[in-house]
């Protein structure tokens, strides 16, 4: 028998809530209001976005690098469950970024293996 953990079962949500965002904001093809690149932006900035402004941002960063968002809904939210592991979001049920608060989002991600 398999047993979850508190922060096992915590990161899950937030994977299956991140899951959700990125088929619901591809079906509706929302994307980032702003003008600075998100790419950018850094796991602070990151960590205080509401969810689906969390997910625009990783939307916005993946169009940046040269791919399409709306292409592989498994790839978006992969990339952005990516994002959240290396700001340390979710970490003790915490929505605000807790890891790299001063580096740039796209750090946690490795463009050069997804060509």
């Not at 953990?5 to 809530?17: F, I, N, W």
């Amino acid at each position: 028998m398999r047993t979850t953990t508190k922060k096992g079962a915590q990161v899950g949500k937030r994977v299956a809530r991140v899951g959700m965002s990125v088929l619901l904001a591809l079906a509706l093809g929302t994307g980032l209001v702003g003008c600075s690149k998100s790419s950018k932006m850094t796991c602070q900035e990151y960590g205080q976005l509401s969810d689906s402004a969390q997910l625009n941002a990783v939307m916005s960063m993946i169009r940046e690098h040269g791919f399409d968002p709306n292409s592989s809904a498994l790839g978006t939210a992969k990339i952005a469950s990516d994002v959240d592991m290396y700001c340390g979001i979710g970490i003790s049920g915490s929505a605000q970024a807790s890891k790299n608060l001063g580096s740039p989002i796209e750090s946690a991600i490795n463009w050069s293996s997804l060509r």
